[in-house]
């Protein structure tokens, strides 16, 4: 009975909040719609830059370049051609990526070190031993 009456008022809330939104997008768009579209897109520029962290971009560019270069093209397709364009763009270029570094696995031929518990790749370190 208690969930039932959760989601029932989950469900007035959700209501209720995409009624409130009707009467905020009636309430504006007569006002947005005398705005030039440079001033538009500046909102949105204003808007949006928030959601761009600088510092996570950087973080990413030490720690993996694929991963930075990916961010940043699908970046630039978003800045440069519609939403649905760019986001196809950038899913198809992850694709791809993917596909590559997925076709060029990185195997290592292990081998015991002397003298620790532990086994390290033989044809980059030299004092190792083949099992």
Do not use: N
Not at 101 to 111: R, V
Not at 114 to 131: F, H, M, N, V, W
């Amino acid at each position: 009975m208690t969930a039932a009456l959760a989601m029932l008022a989950g469900l007035i809330c959700i209501l209720a909040g995409v009624l409130k939104l009707g009467q905020v997008a009636q309430f504006f768009t007569p006002i947005f719609y005398l705005l030039p579209e440079a001033t538009l897109g500046a909102i949105v520029v204003v808007a949006i830059s928030g959601m761009v962290k600088v510092a996570k971009l950087k973080h990413l560019y030490h720690v993996r370049r694929v991963d930075f270069i990916l961010a940043v093209v699908a970046l630039l397709a978003v800045l440069t051609f519609e939403t649905l364009q760019a986001l196809l763009f950038a899913v198809i270029i992850s694709i791809f990526a993917l596909v590559w570094y997925a076709s060029k696995p990185k195997l290592a031929m292990l081998g015991s070190v002397p003298k620790r518990l532990e086994y390290s790749d033989i044809r980059k370190t030299t004092p190792c031993q083949a099992c």
